[in-house]
């Protein structure tokens, strides 16, 4: 038993590895299941069997993506709860920024893939909802933890609202590709965020 879940971990591994750079090279259109398939080693029934369709490939590359490792743990536990012990409020939207320039590096290729795609793939399209879902819940979750010590200066859902703005990956692609360094676009937005949502 033991044995065959190594060699269907190892199988997931190899298709996610070779999903993942397929699709960043190549865009998801032009990357089919077959081409994963032969640059995983694998048949094209095993990736059907274990993931459905290429939808659900790109769901769990960007899962893995996300994660750095194929632990199912939740991104809050990942270090998002450690900034409830910054003493300021500065402290804790740089903290926050920075998490999500970690997030948008890790992921924001792959869904800029999804965005571009979900015109003509259903599930990309919620799965595209989902991640704006959960974003939206990761800066609700910051704002309250904000709040709870006093850094929020009005309204929390409005405040959230605005950090899920100011974190978006068009936001952040943006400010990339101005060249800007991680403590400028930091800077910036902090002190967007300090002038009308936080003490």
Same mark, same amino acid.
């Given at each position: 038993?033991?044995?065959?879940?190594?060699?269907?971990?190892?199988?997931?591994?190899?298709?996610?590895?070779?999903?993942?750079?397929?699709?960043?090279?190549?865009?998801?259109?032009?990357?089919?299941?077959?081409?994963?398939?032969?640059?995983?080693?694998?048949?094209?029934?095993?990736?059907?069997?274990?993931?459905?369709?290429?939808?659900?490939?790109?769901?769990?590359?960007?899962?893995?993506?996300?994660?750095?490792? @194929?632990?199912? /743990?939740?991104? *809050? $536990?990942? !270090?998002?709860?450690?900034?409830?012990?910054? +003493?300021? =409020?500065?402290?804790?939207?740089?903290?926050?920024?920075?998490?999500?320039?970690?997030?948008?590096?890790?992921?924001?290729?792959?869904?800029?893939?999804?965005?571009?795609?979900?015109?003509?793939?259903?599930?990309?399209?919620?799965?595209?909802?989902?991640?704006?879902?959960?974003?939206?819940?990761?800066?609700? @979750?910051?704002? /309250?933890?904000? *709040? $709870?010590? !006093?850094?929020?200066?009005?309204?929390?859902? +409005?405040? =959230?609202?605005?950090?899920?703005?100011?974190?978006?990956?068009?936001?952040?692609?943006?400010?990339?590709?101005?060249?800007?360094?991680?403590?400028?676009?930091?800077?910036?937005?902090?002190?967007?965020?300090?002038?009308?949502?936080?003490?």
């Amino acid at each position: 038993m033991v044995k065959r879940e190594d060699s269907a971990r190892r199988t997931e591994i190899a298709v996610i590895h070779a999903a993942r750079n397929l699709f960043l090279d190549n865009g998801y259109g032009p990357t089919t299941i077959k081409l994963i398939a032969s640059d995983a080693g694998v048949s094209q029934e095993t990736i059907y069997k274990r993931f459905g369709s290429k939808a659900a490939v790109l769901k769990r590359v960007y899962d893995v993506t996300l994660a750095g490792d @194929f632990e199912d /743990k939740p991104m *809050a $536990d990942r !270090g998002l709860r450690d900034l409830a012990k910054q +003493r300021s =409020a500065r402290g804790m939207l740089a903290g926050y920024v920075r998490f999500a320039l970690d997030f948008y590096d890790r992921v924001g290729p792959l869904v800029s893939l999804a965005k571009q795609a979900q015109a003509t793939e259903p599930d990309l399209a919620d799965f595209v909802r989902t991640i704006e879902k959960e974003r939206r819940t990761g800066a609700g @979750f910051f704002v /309250k933890a904000s *709040a $709870d010590k !006093g850094f929020v200066s009005f309204d929390v859902e +409005r405040a =959230a609202d605005e950090v899920w703005l100011l974190t978006s990956f068009e936001l952040l692609g943006n400010a990339r590709s101005l060249g800007w360094p991680d403590d400028r676009i930091v800077e910036w937005i902090v002190t967007l965020l300090r002038a009308s949502a936080f003490n």
